[in-house]
Nanobody, 119 residues
Framework: QVQLVESGGGLVQPGGSLRLSCAAS????????MRWYRQAPGKERELVAT???????NYVDSVKGRFTIFRDNAKSTVYLQMNSLKPEDTAVYYC?????????????WGQGTQVTVSS
């Protein structure tokens, strides 16, 4: 079955960096669009970054120039490199896979990893 396991969250000071990882299994990773979302307390879940099977990327404006999404198809893992972190980046970060099967798209989610940016 599909599994997405995130890791790499933690507590970091403003201006610091973290790298999140999402290890995937149970589907053909290399052809699947992968996304990172985040949800801050009291707020709706927000799309942060997307990477296609062709490594085309897209970002929400608030993280452009600071975050980088990339993937390693050999390891079936997608990453989110977060630099110059700000307190407003504090949230639970979720990995998402849009798996295409029989012409339909099923969305799968990881368990989430907490990122806290605070001095």
């Amino acid at each position: 079955q599909v599994q997405l396991v995130e890791s790499g969250g933690g507590l970091v000071q403003p201006g610091g960096s973290l790298r999140l990882s999402c290890a995937a299994s149970g589907f053909t990773f290399s052809i699947t669009v992968m996304r990172w979302y985040r949800q801050a307390p009291g707020k709706e879940r927000e799309l942060v970054a997307t990477i296609t099977s062709g490594h085309v990327t897209n970002y929400v404006d608030s993280v452009k120039g600071r975050f980088t999404i990339f993937r390693d198809n050999a390891k079936s893992t997608v990453y989110l490199q977060m630099n110059s972190l700000k307190p407003e980046d504090t949230a639970v970060y979720y990995c998402n896979a849009a798996v295409v099967r029989l012409g339909a798209i099923d969305n799968y989610w990881g368990q989430g990893t907490q990122v806290t940016v605070s001095s």
